[in-house]
Each structure stands twice: as structure tokens, then as C-alpha cells.
């Protein structure tokens, strides 16, 4: 399958810092990731979808200005959580679909980011 | 109601055991059904995929849907220690955006 890769694997920040975290298709073009959020032992919260080129989709409660999405290019898409706070900390989970894909529905996610905010 | 419920668990079997995963789902326009594997602190994988309802079997891995009761199932037959995971179901509509089941924990004791 593909390869979604994504840095850092783990992050400790201190409160009111920013931290980028980069999501980048190895080996196939993404006009679509997605940025998801998971707290442990639950489920994936989808946040935002990055279109390259454009602005991200935000779901419903997830701030925009707290969490910036950028898709500049076709293999690499960033988060930045700013002024971060101990109740962001979590596991942040990026994927991605090949642009050549048919609808098989088949995401590529990347290893994810554990954020620690102290 | 929650679109796609599933069982959080945990859910232990022996070694060897055919485990059965489930969920349940309201919105009758999904149309594709993926389920993930997820190893501790790491990204779900796919597992299996299918569109619509049938069956699909990969393996020691057998994927079913079941559109009229809205429920999907995953099998594992021979089960090991290395099937220790969590497992998600997906499902989507013809668009991009996928849904997750809450997962359920699987332990396989050697």
C-alpha cells in the first residue's frame, strides 16, 4: 500500500508554544488529507480535511485559528496547533488518498503524533 | 444515536480461537465498509475493504455487511498473539468522508 509518513512521531511542548506537525505521502500524490484527533482507548475524531490549494474543511467545534491546516503542495500537508494548552495534548493521526485512487475508500494513515503539552 | 456503534470490549480469546468483531450502523447510504487495524500508538492500517453488502475473505480474515440489517461483521479464524489489537470499522458514502466505529480491543492469549 502506500506510504504516509508523519513527524514528529512525538512531541513535549510547553503550554503557549506552537507546534507543527508534518504529514507527507511518500509515494503517491494527495489533493485529500485528513486530520484526525484520538484520545486514548477511543475512536478517531475527524478535525479538518486539507484540500491542496485551498482552505481546509473544518468540522463542527474544532476551531480553526487553533488549529491550522496548510496543504501547499500534493505530498505534504501541516498542523499547527497554536498556543498550545495541556487539554490539547493527544495522538494526531493524518491520511490520505491517492489521487489516482477509484472509490475504494481506502485511506493511507500516517504513524501519528503524540503531543504533550505541559 | 451515534452513526456506527461498536463494542469498545476488551474482547479476550485463546489462542487458535475465531473471533468475531461487529458494528452497527444507521445511515443507510453507506455504501463502503473498511475495517482498521490499530496497534498501540501507531496509525491504522486497512485491513479489509468492500463495497456494498456480500462477503470478502483475505486469509485468515472474512469480512461481511449486511445493508438490510445495517450491520457489518469481521472474522478471524486461527487467531494469535500477534492479532492483539485494536480494531476499527469504517464506513463512508460515496464521498470522502469516513466514519470510525469507537473500536473494539482484542487480546489473544498465547
Known amino acids: 500500500g502506500a506510504v504516509v509518513s508523519q513527524h514528529p512521531s512525538w512531541v513535549i511542548c510547553k503550554s503557549g508554544t506552537s507546534v507543527k506537525i508534518e504529514c507527507r505521502s511518500l509515494d503517491f500524490q494527495a489533493t485529500t488529507m485528513f486530520w484526525y484527533r484520538q484520545f486514548p482507548k477511543q475512536s478517531l475524531m475527524l478535525m479538518a480535511t486539507?484540500?491542496?490549494?485551498?482552505?481546509?474543511?473544518?468540522e463542527q467545534g474544532v476551531e480553526k485559528d487553533k488549529f491550522l491546516i496548510n496543504h501547499a503542495s500534493l505530498t505534504l500537508s501541516t498542523l499547527t496547533v497554536t498556543s498550545a494548552h495541556p487539554e490539547d495534548s493527544s495522538f494526531y493521526i493524518c491520511s490520505a488518498r491517492d489521487r489516482k485512487g477509484s472509490n475504494t475508500g481506502e485511506l493511507f494513515f500516517g504513524e501519528g503524533s503524540r503531543l504533550t503539552v505541559l | 444515536q451515534k452513526e456506527v456503534e461498536q463494542d469498545p470490549g476488551p474482547l479476550s480469546v485463546p489462542e487458535g480461537a475465531i473471533v468475531s468483531l461487529n458494528c452497527t450502523y444507521s445511515n443507510s447510504a453507506f455504501q463502503y465498509f473498511m475495517w482498521y487495524r490499530q496497534y498501540s500508538r501507531k496509525g491504522p492500517e486497512l485491513l479489509m475493504y468492500?463495497?456494498?453488502?456480500g462477503n470478502k475473505e483475505d486469509g485468515r480474515f472474512t469480512a461481511q455487511v449486511d445493508k438490510s440489517s445495517k450491520y457489518i461483521s469481521l472474522f478471524i479464524r486461527d487467531s494469535q498473539p500477534s492479532d492483539s489489537a485494536t480494531y476499527l470499522c469504517?464506513?463512508?458514502?460515496?464521498?470522502?468522508?469516513?466514519?470510525f466505529g469507537a473500536g473494539t480491543r482484542l487480546f489473544v492469549k498465547a
Open positions: 486539507s484540500n491542496e490549494g485551498s482552505k481546509a474543511t473544518y
Open positions: 469504517a464506513m463512508r458514502t460515496g464521498g470522502f468522508k469516513t466514519i
Open positions: 468492500t463495497y456494498s453488502s
